[in-house]
């Protein structure tokens, strides 16, 4: 009984020791939080927590995080919405009569991005879309921290294109291809 | 009449003190924690997150109260206040400093262990009157732990005052330093009446009191339901023990209860065995430190420091030690601290027989 209670006080007093020194060590925190560091997993000591909103780790040069659309190198092929594996590409086209003009790779643009929406609610982050696009127009940025106060606001909307201007395309495609029935007629 | 004011200002002046120490505890106690865990525990409310109680005291007093509609109304509402005026009625006769003290009862010790077995009725009828399951097991695990425990705590008082010869707190520190009228010696051998600092606590007076201590200390634990002997609120097995189905108000004096409990044990520990408001600094020749040390202020200082140091201990080991199963808790009790308690109580007799004769 005698050598179980002294016992008992030694692992006590053992373990108060390390709860101790962890106390006492947090007088300094962690500072360098890379994790690329070579000294990174030897520093054991001191306080990890980052405070979030004011301190950030730092994050990988080519970091893969949100998505983004150069939409004026879009050639809207629909090859990224049908890729996605959890279809949180919305694409809606309207065909031009002649090529609207040039990416920056040179390839030729004969669509008009009527929508072009992402639901972030819903992309896994897969990174899928950016392998297919022809023209790279769609990529991975190293943003991670946007939060929104309603759920819509998830959905970001990348086309460029007024209604008016939609409506005028949408004009313009449907009077080309009459033009060309009635030139078939004749 | 100015002296039925007086009562009520003390009394008022008390309890201001034990929600601002209740306060601050709650924070040092998520601090220290959070510094153990290699965390920064709370930091946004107020500049390091001194603020996080306030507003947490704020947000609970905001709450509406829910009472369980199976529960027993009178019990239920009864208990909080009861187990808080319990442990704020044991305060009263705590010596603060030389001559001031709320008030200065000669069965002081007394009054203040049998005030404080009164929690053990008010954590059984919140148990009870909640009507759950959980609170019941909490209430019956809580009182079985207090009634055991109670017998090493007040062993080890008792052979604390068999050395004194009094019950009467403002005595019993009065002996453990500079002020004392009759002999201290450290020891047992070396008269240190003059002397006083640390050498004339009642620990180092008679040597088997540190014993004595340790078991109050480890017991005193056990009487507030604190880790490692927190069975009766064991969040993992039993939601929160008896005040499971507190909220709001209600819930905030539990906790309040709680927290003066500990400083309440605290107290007594350092009262009793620590030297209470006596200097921790002896006199050394012509360098008169405990002299210069020892005074009202000087009281209310040592008496703070030394709970307050105690507290923190109180506050580290819950953060280190994993709870005691029921059967380890009784089998500490019964088996190693109550035998021991015992053999500090004949010890006393003998000491105060033979040795300070």
């Not at chain 2, 306030?54 to 199976?70: G, H, N, T, W, Y």
């Not at chain 2, 200065?104 to 059984?124: C, D």
């Not at chain 2, 609120?233 to 409990?261: D, I, K, Q, W």
Request: proline fraction near 4%.
């Amino acid at each position: 009984m005698f050598r179980k209670s002294l016992k008992a006080f030694v692992t006590a007093w053992k373990g108060l020791g390390i709860t101790l020194g962890h106390l006492f060590g947090a007088r300094k925190s962690r500072n360098s939080l890379n994790i690329r560091d070579e000294d990174y997993f030897d520093k054991q000591e001191g306080i990890t927590t980052v405070q979030y909103p004011r301190e950030k780790m730092p994050i990988p040069e080519v970091a893969r995080y949100q998505l983004d659309v150069e939409i004026d190198d879009c050639i809207v092929c629909d090859l990224c919405a049908k890729a996605c594996p959890v279809d949180c590409i919305t694409i809606e086209a309207i065909k031009s009569p002649e090529p609207i003009g040039k990416t920056s790779d040179g390839s030729v643009k004969r669509l008009y991005p009527a929508k072009f929406d992402i639901d972030m609610g819903k992309c896994m982050y897969c990174g899928l879309c950016t392998v297919v696009c022809p023209t790279e127009c769609i990529v991975m940025t190293d943003n991670y921290d946007r939060s929104f106060q309603s759920l819509t606001a998830l959905t970001y909307e990348f086309s460029n294109m007024s209604d008016a201007e939609v409506q005028q395309r949408r004009k313009e495609w449907t009077s080309f291809q009459a033009e060309k029935e009635a030139a078939k007629k004749k | 009449m100015i002296f039925i004011i007086t009562y009520i200002a003390v009394g008022i002046g008390l309890f201001i003190f034990m929600a601002f120490f209740t306060l601050y505890a709650v924070y040092s106690e998520r601090k220290i924690a959070g510094f153990v865990q290699d965390r920064l525990g709370p930091m946004e409310t107020g500049k390091f997150g001194l603020l996080q109680t306030v507003a947490d005291i704020l947000k609970l007093v905001q709450k509406e109260f829910i009472m369980p509609s199976r529960a027993d109304k009178v019990l239920f509402s009864v208990a909080p206040v009861l187990i808080f005026v319990s442990v704020y009625l044991g305060m009263v006769a705590m010596p603060w400093a030389p001559e001031l003290s709320p008030s200065s009862l000669n069965i002081g010790l007394f009054y203040v262990i049998s005030i404080i077995s009164v929690e053990a009725v008010g954590v059984l009828m919140a148990g009870w009157g909640s009507n759950n399951k959980f609170a019941l097991l909490g209430a019956m695990r809580s009182v079985a732990q207090i009634v055991s425990y109670e017998i090493p705590a007040g062993i080890s008082l008792i052979s604390v005052v068999m050395i004194t010869q009094s019950l009467n707190l403002q005595e019993i520190t009065a002996q453990q330093g500079v002020l004392t009228t009759s002999s201290a010696k450290f020891l047992g051998l070396w008269e240190v009446g003059d002397v006083g600092g640390f050498l004339a606590w009642n620990v180092f007076q008679a040597p088997h009191l540190l014993l004595a201590f340790v078991i109050y200390f480890l017991s005193s634990l056990a009487e507030c339901n604190r880790a490692p002997f927190d069975i009766p609120e064991a969040e993992s097995e039993l939601v929160a023990g008896y005040h499971t189905e507190y909220t709001g108000l209600r819930f905030a004096f539990f906790f309040l209860a709680e927290y003066c409990m500990m400083f309440l044990v605290a107290m007594i520990a350092v009262v009793l065995f620590l030297g209470g408001w006596n200097s921790l600094l002896p006199n050394i020749g012509t360098l008169r430190l405990a002299d210069w040390t020892t005074g009202m202020g000087w009281g209310i200082f040592w008496v703070l420091s030394k709970t307050l140091f105690l507290v923190s201990i109180q506050i580290v080991i819950r953060w280190t030690l994993p709870r005691l199963r029921v059967d380890q808790l009784m089998a500490l009790c019964w088996k190693v601290l109550t035998p021991l308690a015992f053999a500090c109580m004949v010890i006393s007799g003998i000491w105060r027989l033979w040795v300070m004769i």
